[in-house]
T-cell receptor, first 112, second 113 residues
Framework: GQQVMQIPQYQHVQEGEDFTTYCNSS?????IQWYKQRPGGHPVFLIQ?????EVKKQKRLTFQFGEAKKNSSLHITATQTTDVGTYFC????????????FGQGTILTVHP | DTEVTQTPKHLVMGMTNKKSLKCEQHMGHRAMYWYKQKAKKPPELMFVYSYEKLSINESVPSRFSPECPNSSLLNLHLHALQPEDSALYLC????????????FGQGTRLTVV
């Protein structure tokens, strides 16, 4: 079945440093979504990427979808303490219609 | 209204109990989902309903029984659970077809004793 690998599992940064998390799918995706889950909270949708090579920005966050639609990344510039949480990618596609496969998540800690 | 509301927020139940988790959305979404999430793990898909019909069952044990009474409501009936079923149960909804932006509820923290 479809698998989505995400690295790193943990990332500790000093406030102001940059942060990147990467996702790789075993199969070609129709789209990839990114979610953020604060400690004790629920996943909150950040963005969806659909097109090959797509790049989207939200303030300090930059999302990329690979040319082969099998990998993606989330980059945060100049992290802030409010960025703390777990970032999940979730891939959709192939024969798994209706199914989102989540990556393992990257737990981000930001030290002030 | 962009909320998915889940009740109860916390639930403790014995292994012989029967209980139900409830989920409600008023965004007009026609796809609804149940996920199970263990600590420090990603959400695991359990069930997908599309237009009130069960479209995906991820080989979930029969002690979990989903129900979609109408397009706004989703229930998860629990019976004879095991302690290892303790987890955060998340409901989500999205536009149909599925695989668009999913809105998650705050979850029900379930403890089986």
């Amino acid at each position: 079945g479809q698998q989505v690998m995400q690295i790193p599992q943990y990332q500790h940064v000093q406030e102001g440093e940059d942060f990147t998390t990467y996702c790789n799918s075993s199969t070609t995706l129709s789209n990839i979504q990114w979610y953020k889950q604060r400690p004790g909270g629920h996943p909150v949708f950040l963005i969806q990427l659909v097109k090959s090579g797509e790049v989207k920005k939200q303030k300090r966050l930059t999302f990329q979808f690979g040319e082969a639609k099998k990998n993606s990344s989330l980059h945060i510039t100049a992290t802030q303490t409010t960025d703390v949480g777990t970032y999940f990618c979730a891939g959709a596609g192939g024969t798994s219609y209706g199914k989102l496969t989540f990556g393992q998540g990257t737990i981000l800690t930001v030290h002030p | 209204d962009t909320e998915v509301t889940q009740t109860p927020k916390h639930l403790v139940m014995g292994m012989t109990n029967k209980k139900s988790l409830k989920c409600e959305q008023h965004m007009g979404h026609r796809a609804m989902y149940w996920y199970k999430q263990k600590a420090k793990k990603p959400p695991e898909l359990m069930f997908v309903y599309s237009y009130e019909k069960l479209s995906i069952n991820e080989s979930v044990p029969s002690r979990f029984s989903p129900e979609c009474p109408n397009s706004s409501l989703l229930n998860l009936h629990l019976h004879a659970l095991q302690p290892e079923d303790s987890a955060l149960y998340l409901c989500a909804s999205s536009q149909a077809p599925p695989n668009t932006e999913a809105f998650f509820g705050q979850g029900t923290r379930l403890t089986v004793v």
